[in-house]
């Protein structure tokens, strides 16, 4: 340890990103909703299965929810670049929170079924396809300097983490003792803090612009920049394999608690817990990292972490062991995640910000309603282990094919990364393939 530094001054750069006024608001008000929101997404897996019992269902559900963001992402991400990011954020916001209150309503009411589930959830997903893109393209606006912006988008990854550590394990005491309505009341009441937190910001931009271009000219602007751009079109491939095959086993949870491991909602809540223990060790690690170098390999390897511990996972039948194995899953979830959307927004230009984010919205939750129909259609034929298995091995694969890309999309990075500072530029053509490492 250095002389005169005690383990704190030691590890400050962790936390760096908290210096920023605006970031400090958006920390402390996402940090009490997405606890809610955590809770609804325990409720609502729960209440489907409670009121179906069906494995196919479940898979519906969560396509309902995230499919208008794979239909309306890229015009979002449009807008986002047209207007005020902020206004923007408070709508979305307050639109979430009546969605929640009005499943509330009716769960509570006792006069709640699938349909008005399903509606819903299409409700949200429609409001999502909005809000992500330009939470992500805000992010830039919260943090002034960018040589933080990965460190804020660690605390960011760690703030969701800690809220899936803990509304999870909030959600499954609440849906004992009260039923699931009340995790949904919880949820929309949540939304006036990020909703507070949002207003009370100062962020210094100048008048939104009105665009010389058309917005179709706009969107192919930024479908040109994504597909002819080899580190980013590379990594929202791999991105989207794994948000289609791997992530979707969130919605199968319910049927590994209560058929695998023979539990009930508590059981659920303690294996969405380890995930999210996982996720979070991941999101401190990013966290006190340095740097940006290294966070290719990251993508790497995480997929294939990812990908063993799904396969392990199905495989499983003790709740120990699975507890422990949705730790190694939302560890190498987490850490894909994080460490490809720091990547991103480091090489992205500031103009096309919100178009690249909004097709990482795409590749993130966009595949995910074909991911959930696909584990719900295995799962109902299959069973829901085998299900798990066999998308377990595509994650695997994508992380070989990824490392097969490592070498060309470094080299492309390179000279980006010495203009930023990131890397010296003395460094030989022998060393690029370091790039990222």
Known sequence: ????????????????????????????????????????????????YQLTGSALLLGLVGFAGQIPTFLLAPFAG???????????LVWTQALAGLQSLALAALTIGKIINIREVIWLSVMQGLINAFDMPGRQAFLVQMVEDKQDLGNAIALNSSMVNMARLVGPALAGIVIGSVGEGYCFLIDGLSYLAVIASLLMMRVNIGPVRRAAISMLHQLKE???????????????????????????????????????????????????????????????????????RGLTSMIQISAAVFGIGLICFGLSRTFPLSMFLMLIVGFGMMQGLAASNTVIQTLVPE??????????????????????????TLAH?????????????????????????????????????????????????????????
């Open 222 to 292: 930024g479908w040109t920049y994504v597909r002819g751009f080899a580190p980013i079109r590379t990594i929202l491939l791999l991105f989207a394999l794994i948000s289609l095959m791997g992530m979707p086993f969130m919605v199968l949870m319910p049927i590994f608690a209560a058929q695998v491991l023979h539990g009930g909602p508590h059981t659920l809540g303690f294996l969405l817990g380890a995930s999210g223990v996982g996720a979070l060790i991941s999101a401190v690690s990013l966290a006190l990292r340095k740097t940006v």
């Open 381 to 437: 034929h299959l069973g829901a282990p085998h299900a798990v298995m066999i998308t377990g091995a595509f994650c695997l694969a994508g992380s070989t094919w990824f490392t097969t890309q490592l070498k060309s999309i470094r080299k492309v990075m390179r000279p980006i990364y010495v203009e930023m500072g990131i890397i010296r530029s003395e460094l030989t053509p022998a060393m690029e393939d370091q790039v990222g490492r």
């Open 78 to 88: 449009v807008l986002v670049d047209r207007l005020d990011r902020r206004k923007m």
């Open 351 to 376: 103009d096309k910000r919100g178009r690249v984010m909004s097709y990482y919205t795409m590749a993130f939750v966009g595949m995910a309603p074909f991911g959930s129909l696909l584990a719900g």
């Open 1 to 48: 340890m250095t002389p005169g530094k005690n383990p704190l001054q030691r590890f400050s750069h962790a936390w760096r990103a908290l210096r920023h006024r605006n970031f400090r608001l958006f920390f402390t008000g996402q940090s009490i909703s997405l606890i809610g929101t955590w809770m609804t997404r325990v409720a609502t897996s729960w209440l489907v």
